[in-house]
T-cell receptor, first 113, second 112 residues
């Protein structure tokens, strides 16, 4: 299985600011995914990020609010822009295993005041 | 109606009990089925992965898929306090850009 790290592990941010979350994987992967998990809830897919192409966003998520970069096959970033308290959540990246399943990072816990 | 339904619990059992966790789904195109375990303040960890109907066993864990009934289960034998976590079922439609559809998760506590 892939080893995935995320930075930061947690942060407290002020309303109106932006935070960039980094996701690093120890092997090259084609597809990376970004999820949001609100307290006590399941995972909601934000977008799929393929290297060399624009990210594909799910309904309810837009690029202006959640810009994503995927500069190479082992790294991706998700930015949460112009944050509000409603953005307080856990943000998770995952990678495609090549076997119709995914491995997840440890998550970034975000609190917006 | 959600595509995947999972009883959120919470479920509390004594140590050593057999635990049964279940999900139902409505989309017959789902072909790959997974169970993830998520400890508090951690990311989901892949526990079991199955493709076809039937049972798959791994140590104390057995995953069961019944495609005709659109029903999947995870059984935990000889449950331990270390099994206390939230268990998420997840499914994929083959060829769907590998997008997972998750259940809402069941919170399990195993009491010593």
């Amino acid at each position: 299985s892939a080893v995935i790290s995320q930075k930061p592990s947690r942060d407290i941010c002020q309303r109106g600011t932006s935070l960039t979350i980094q996701c690093q994987v120890d092997s090259q992967v084609t597809m990376m995914f970004w999820y949001r998990q609100q307290p006590g809830q399941s995972l909601t897919l934000i977008a799929t990020a393929n290297q060399g192409s624009e990210a594909t966003y799910e309904s309810g998520f837009v690029i202006d609010k959640f810009p994503i970069s995927r500069p190479n096959l082992t790294f991706s970033t998700l930015t949460v822009s112009n944050m509000s308290p409603e953005d307080s959540s856990i943000y998770l990246c995952s990678v495609d295993s090549g076997k119709e399943t995914q491995y997840f990072g440890p998550g970034t816990r975000l609190l917006v005041l | 109606q959600k595509e995947v339904e999972q009883d959120p619990g919470p479920l509390s059992v004594p140590e050593g009990a057999i635990v049964s966790l279940n999900c139902t789904y409505s989309n017959s195109a789902f072909q790959y089925f997974m169970w993830y375990r998520q400890y508090s303040r951690k990311g989901p960890e892949l526990l079991m992965y199955t493709y076809s109907s039937g049972n798959k066993e791994d140590g104390r864990f057995t995953a069961q898929v019944d495609k005709s009934s659109k029903y999947i289960s995870l059984f935990i034998r000889d449950s331990q306090p270390s099994d206390s976590a939230t268990y998420l079922c997840a499914m994929i439609v083959s060829g769907s850009a590998r997008q997972l559809t998750f259940g809402s998760g069941t919170q399990l506590t195993v009491l010593p």
